[in-house]
């Protein structure tokens, strides 16, 4: 709901619990005025307290000190020093300061970003944009900044538009998204931060004076960093506490900064990275920034999550693909690695099927004279030595065991070992004639596609539309495994040359938007070296994301926990690896291995056909565990219980959630029956882990939450081989189990964990 009072020049934003207020200062500026918990008629200020020492505006932007206000979108130049919303500079190279407000607009719906991807906040959703318009006539610069309130999921999108409205071209060298000023208290920093194999760790730490940013210029989000972040009053916990938070849908560089610098306030933005970048405004030209999706939670980082959780899935993968059922699948990679032939690939999948996985997955290594990382990407056609019945013949014996089919590429990248690098050896990223030689730099020795042209963009369209068709895929894995550098394109005029790395993320959304819409029963995992392009503008092409490199249990419970700040589980792919691990020899219990990735989008890369028969009867009953209640964790909500980030154990449940699906009441195990008939799906799953064991106990009760307070519940343990054994191991109130809790029985040893269904009992309120 958009609550316009014109004469004050006052606009109430609200959700279903939150308001956000923005108030034009004087009649020129945009300020904002309140954003938190909805309240009902909002105030206009009264007039605005000076300080000595600081600077007046001039008479256009009503004389104001700029620095005493909560600005909504910044300038410098002015009187504020703190960091801008936008720069940029006129024909004659002076900075453009003075974006005075000029009037507004109020529609059902969003308008559609300019190339970008953005949530499908629409009319037919009940959602409201406000435009705000400023301008600085001098300079010729038209702002329009976009406000879209979705009520019921809680959110404000943001984003804005530049257009040159002058004569001369404008120079645009910082452009946010967002920028939204808080009053300043004492609060956390809550940020997702890690590298290649420890991705999106939680990382959270008192916000001190000056400036905070967590930022990317990789070229993708990058693993290093994720264009997420939150400002969490210190004492916030999972189910209490103040949350103002934002996230980007976009996939490469991008600055998240807190701006503490002044006493009075945390100037929190969002938006494209201005390190490198700058962009090239002709007269009548504009420019569209990544939409930032806002969030305020009074119940904690659970409150943000759940929002966020909402608008990804409900408004942001694709439509057909946000409530449908993701198969299990298992995929070749650490099973086979380049060793790949049809026969082995064919018996992998065989005994995949056997065990009820439902996708067979053929990573690298398929293709051209690829036997190692080092040629061939950009050839895509089969190599008919390792696979004498071709890509078609695969999917077709696939499919007929009743599997789906799925294919690895990596469309963004050339190897200089490639016919493709011979026909075209200037398609990549690279600065001609470069002093040092330098022409381009090799990573995992690759070059970057220079996805900047509409030639290259043309040709990957051209080449992967063929290869989708003709291969009957149900699913593609898409790659991305470097960063780019130099981000250079060979092909952009010399003022332009600033805009390639913007340019390349347009140019990648141009060519999956095209994908996507032709092939819209394919499921697209998107990937970058495990997950360094995990984010919500991926995710609108792609609905899940392999989270990581990493497959080893324990690093998952990390790596999936600070993951599920933002991202729901069913966008992150988890897969069963072998034991000992790949990438850090652990060796961890299969059945601990099963619930980590059960806990999210559930598959495999090991080699089954090797398992003890054990091993194997454990993953057949963690695969028909998963299918049964995979709605639930598919759908459900997922609450974080305990952290491993903060002790020795990780805990999270899923509970059915009408508002968002949730799972449909399932039959609860028949107590007086041996081996239970839980046919349908439970009413919440509990995951407990342990990290490493020690003298001490450390049962002590797990607190559940999201349960009915007057309902009873019947709680089984998913037993060694996953199935919900009768008699129920306890009976107890929803809100016991939410305060006192439940004690976990975890088996002893390292990396030991529980999974526990609760049913509703039928004859409770
Ligand atoms: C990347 C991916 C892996 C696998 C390899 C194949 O590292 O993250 O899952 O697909 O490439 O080369």
């Not at 997922?638 to 999270?652: H, I, M, Q």
Request: charged residues 20%; negative net charge; proline residues 7%.
């Amino acid at each position: 709901m958009i609550e316009v009072r014109s004469d004050e020049r006052l606009f109430h934003l609200a959700t279903e619990h939150t308001s956000y207020i923005i108030e034009i200062a004087s009649g020129v500026v945009p300020t904002l005025r309140y954003w938190g918990p909805r309240i009902g008629t909002p105030e206009a200020a009264g007039p605005h307290g000076e300080m000595p020492y600081r600077v007046h505006a001039s008479a256009s932007l009503g004389a104001l000190q700029l620095e005493g206000l909560a600005l909504e979108y910044g300038t410098q130049g002015e009187g504020d020093f703190r960091r801008p919303a936008v720069s940029a500079r006129d024909g004659a190279g002076y900075p453009v300061t003075t974006p005075v407000y000029r009037g507004y607009r109020v529609h059902s719906g969003k308008p559609e970003l300019d190339g970008l991807p953005s949530a499908r906040l629409t009319a037919e959703t009940g959602a409201d944009t406000l435009e705000l318009e400023l301008i600085d006539e001098a300079a010729g610069l038209l702002i329009v900044l976009n406000y879209t309130v979705h009520a019921d999921w809680d959110v404000i999108a943001r984003h804005a538009r530049l257009e040159n409205t002058g004569t001369e071209p404008l120079s645009v060298e910082r452009f946010m998204s967002a920028s939204v000023d808080l009053p300043a208290r004492p609060v956390d920093t809550v940020t997702l931060s890690g590298s290649w194999g420890s991705e999106r760790h939680l990382a959270r730490s008192p916000l001190g004076p000056g400036i905070f940013a967590t930022e990317s210029t990789r070229g993708t989000s990058s693993h290093v960093a994720n264009p997420f972040i939150a400002l969490a009053v210190q004492d916030t916990g999972e189910d209490r506490g103040e949350v103002h938070a934002a996230t980007l849908v976009y996939s490469g560089n991008f600055l998240a900064e807190v701006d503490a610098s002044l006493e009075e306030f945390h100037r929190m933005s969002l938006g494209i990275n201005p390190s490198g970048f700058s962009w090239h405004l002709e007269p009548g030209e504009s420019l569209t920034s990544p939409e930032a999706i806002l969030v305020y939670s009074r119940e904690g980082l659970d409150g943000m999550s759940r929002r966020f959780h909402r608008t990804i899935q409900e408004g942001i993968v694709p439509k057909q693909w946000a409530r449908a059922e993701r198969p299990v699948l298992l995929n070749s990679w650490e099973a086979q690695y380049f060793d790949i032939t049809e026969g082995n690939f064919l018996s992998l999948s065989d005994t995949a099927a056997e065990l009820g996985v439902e996708l067979a997955v053929l990573d690298d290594g398929w293709f051209g004279e690829r036997d190692g990382d080092d040629s061939s990407l950009g050839d895509w056609y089969e190599n008919t030595e390792k696979l004498p019945s071709g890509v078609d013949g695969l999917a077709e014996y696939v499919h007929a065991r009743g599997l789906g089919f799925g294919l690895w590429v990596e469309p963004e990248m050339i190897s200089p070992a490639s016919k493709l690098y011979e026909e075209h050896p200037d398609w990549c990223l690279h600065i001609p004639g470069h002093p040092h030689g330098t022409a381009a730099t090799l990573g995992r020795n690759q070059l970057v596609l220079d996805l900047t042209r509409e030639d290259v963009q043309d040709r990957l369209i051209g080449t992967f539309s063929r290869l989708f068709a003709r291969a009957g895929l149900d699913y593609v894995k898409w790659d991305m495994n470097r960063y780019l550098a130099p981000i250079a394109s060979a092909a952009l005029p010399p003022e332009r040359r600033g805009e390639a790395a913007h340019r390349y993320v347009l140019g990648l959304y141009r060519v999956l938007a095209e994908l996507r819409d032709r092939f819209p029963t394919v499921l697209f995992e998107s990937c970058a070296g495990g997950g360094g392009r995990f984010d919500a503008g991926m995710l609108a092409y792609m609905p899940q994301t392999w989270t990581s490199d990493n497959t080893d249990a324990v690093s998952r419970l990390y790596i999936q926990y600070g993951t599920s700040m933002v991202y729901p589980p069913v966008t992150m792919g988890a897969h069963v690896s072998a034991a000992p691990n790949h990438q850090l020899d652990r060796n961890t219990p299969v059945a601990t291995r099963a619930a980590v990735a059960m806990s999210a989008n559930f598959g495999f890369e090991m080699d089954l056909r090797k398992l003890p028969s054990e091993e194997r009867e454990i993953l057949r009953g963690a695969i028909a565990f998963y299918r049964r209640h995979r709605q639930l964790i598919q759908q459900g909500r997922f609450l974080r219980l305990e952290s491993p980030f903060e002790g020795n154990r990780a805990a999270w449940m899923f509970t059915g959630d009408a508002a968002a699906g949730g799972a449909a009441p399932g039959d609860a195990p028949d107590p007086t029956a041996g081996l239970a008939r839980a046919e349908g799906s439970a009413d919440a799953l509990v995951f407990v882990f342990r990290v490493l064991i020690g003298m001490s106990p450390d049962e002590a009760p797990v607190r559940l939450r999201g349960l009915d307070p007057e309902a009873v519940y019947e709680v089984y343990v998913a037993g060694p081989r996953f199935a919900c054994e009768a008699p129920p191991v306890a009976t107890a109130g929803g809100d016991e189990l939410c305060t006192r809790g439940l004690e976990p029985a975890l088996p002893r040893g390292d990396y030991a964990s529980a999974v526990y269904c609760l049913y509703r009992r039928a004859d409770t309120p």
